[in-house]
């Protein structure tokens, strides 16, 4: 049984003269609206030595919210369960304010996201299609991280982190990208700023379209492979994903 937590309904929209919403998920029907989002599914570690297998089955919408649940259960050769969802083909974006509000489960093991790759992932593969992390978040600590990871004559990434002292309170991540940088925000306060202007340190990638991903993993090469079992079932809330394009 999950247990909806009680949510501030405070949000903070960007000025209208700055930005329009281009796109938007309020989660409030009935479940997963299958013209924004897809499903991948498996279990074969994701290029991460991640533990969970990743079904549909495992997000809900209820009462407003997106629920993915990580569960302790097996299935195929894993011993977890999860979902990871995507918009890609369906919405993709190039520049613009890219948002969501999202409550994230705490417990060692667990590594929620947000986070956008490339949409010619299937043509150039990883990195070469570009990584930008919103929010991620690993283990039981109170930091988040916002990374980009693409191709520069090899793999390269760029990030920062910063901390707040309610990790398990719902906040909201995004970020801010244009021609000539992106830059990340937990609660609307700058953390992050990466230069992308005019394809400096080979980031060509970043001046193309971005589909969204939403996802909650179970153990892998950066959060580790002890997992916290007492933690189970894990919920990741997501009260809206938004995004605003000038």
Known sequence: VITIPPSNPVVTIPAPDTFKLAWADEFDGIGVNSTNWNFETGGAGWGNNEKEYYQAANATVENGKLIIA???????????????MTTYGKHEFTYGKIEARIMIPIGQ????A??????????????ACGETDIMEHIN???????????????????GD??????????HIYAI?????????????????????????NGTEEFHKPFF???????????????????????????????????
């Open 212 to 246: 969204i991903i939403l996802n909650l993993a179970v153990g892998g090469n950066w959060p580790g492979q002890t997992i916290d079992d007492s933690k189970f079932p894990a919920s990741m809330f997501v009260d809206y994903v938004r995004v605003y394009q000038k």
């Open 176 to 200: 801010e990208w244009d021609s000539s940088a992106i830059r990340w925000y937990l609660d609307g306060v700058k953390y992050n700023e990466a230069n992308i202007l005019n394809n400096i």
């Open 109 to 112: 093991g667990l590594w929620p």
């Open 140 to 158: 039981t600590d109170n930091l988040f991280y916002g990374t980009l990871h693409w191709d520069n004559n090899g793999y390269t990434s760029y």
């Open 114 to 127: 947000f986070w956008l790759l490339g949409s010619n992932i299937n043509s150039l593969s990883w990195p």
């Open 161 to 170: 982190k910063t901390t707040t002292t309610l990790p398990a309170d719902y």
């Open 70 to 84: 990580a569960r302790k259960e097996n299935v195929s050769t894993n011993n977890y369960t999860s979902a990871r």
